[in-house]
């Protein structure tokens, strides 16, 4: 089986009630990281920079870069805790 190539994409916490969110190509913030848009690494950075952008108070607080794969129409974060951040919490 061939290996996923690994992109990049946006996430943060909803500033309202501290939900992770991811950034999907239109600029909305949404729960759900199948959604999110993702980007090659040369990208990351434009990406994130278009995140923070716009008149305070953003929607999010501290959005940054994550590594994921996309899984056809799944999308899988590469480090265990936005694993959990993607999943809810564990209890």
């Known amino acids: ?42 990208e990351a950075d434009a990406l994130l920079a278009a995140s923070q952008a716009g008149p305070p108070p953003l929607p999010v607080v501290a959005p940054y870069i994550i590594e994921a794969v996309r899984e056809g129409p799944k999308v899988e974060p590469v480090a265990l805790r936005e694993q959990i951040r993607a999943s809810g919490p564990t209890v």
């Open 1 to 42: 089986m061939a290996q996923s190539e690994v992109l990049r994409l946006v996430t943060a916490n909803r500033l309202r009630d501290g939900v992770p969110v991811y950034r999907t190509a239109q600029g909305c913030w949404v729960t759900a990281i199948d959604r999110a848009t993702l980007v090659p690494e040369a």
